[in-house]
T-cell receptor, first 111, second 116 residues
């Protein structure tokens, strides 16, 4: 059974820091991995999608990497800003067609 | 281009009643997913529809049901509501076959269901 874990559960950093969010999954047989952002009480915003054959994807200040063999992904946020404060969720796409989510990392960036 | 739209935004129901939630996917998307996000429980997969057919179902009782219409919009019905059904219900859409073809999944803003 696929399980997705995100560490840490919460993170507080000063503005301007570079930071890394971690995601691990137990079964390497994934189709892809997607990172989302969720603001309090809101829906999910897709940030990056990495296919199982890819190693990384970049969008602006965000860079996501995937190491399928070790069951790990990282989301790197450069030069963090207070507007980056949100919960970040990773999810793996599996052969049943669904996404399986981690519990998320809640990020607070202090001005 | 409009994103995934859900209605209603908020819904308050009494225990034992029925709730109906609606979702319109992004234009051109044929896959629709439903997830439940209850407080402290994370996102739990409910249902996946693709091209009008139910493709997969999560570990929820039969009183959770849904359907996808010919225009690919979808409805989630929850019968015999229980207090623990109170949650944010999120709909998502993607091009056909969703993650199986490596498609990005796009989520709506969700419908808050409160059962009292």
């Amino acid at each position: 059974k696929q399980e997705v874990t995100q560490i840490p559960a919460a993170l507080s950093v000063p503005e301007g820091e570079n930071l890394v969010l971690n995601c691990s999954f137990t079964d390497s047989a994934i189709y892809n991995l997607q990172w989302f952002r969720q603001d309090p009480g809101k829906g999910l915003t897709s940030l990056l999608l990495i296919q199982s054959s890819q190693r990384e994807q970049t969008s602006g200040r965000l860079n996501a990497s995937l190491d399928k063999s070790s069951g790990r992904s990282t989301l790197y946020i450069a030069a963090s800003q207070p507007g980056d404060s949100a919960t970040y969720l990773c999810a793996v796409g599996v052969n049943t067609g669904k996404l399986i989510f981690g519990q998320g990392t809640t990020l607070q960036v202090k001005p | 281009e409009a994103g995934v739209t859900q209605s209603p935004t908020h819904l308050i129901k009494t225990r034992g009643q029925q709730a109906t939630l609606r979702c319109s996917p992004i234009s051109g998307h044929t896959s629709v997913y439903w997830y439940q996000q209850a407080l402290g429980l994370g996102l739990q997969f409910l249902l996946w529809y693709d091209e009008g057919e139910e493709r997969n179902r999560g570990n929820f009782p039969p009183r959770f049901s849904g359907r996808q219409f010919p225009n690919y919009s979808s409805e989630l019905n929850v019968n015999a509501l229980e207090l623990e059904d109170s949650a944010l219900y999120l709909c998502a859409s993607s091009p056909g076959q969703g993650t199986l073809l490596g498609n990005t999944i796009y989520f709506g803003e969700g419908s808050w269901l409160t059962v009292v």
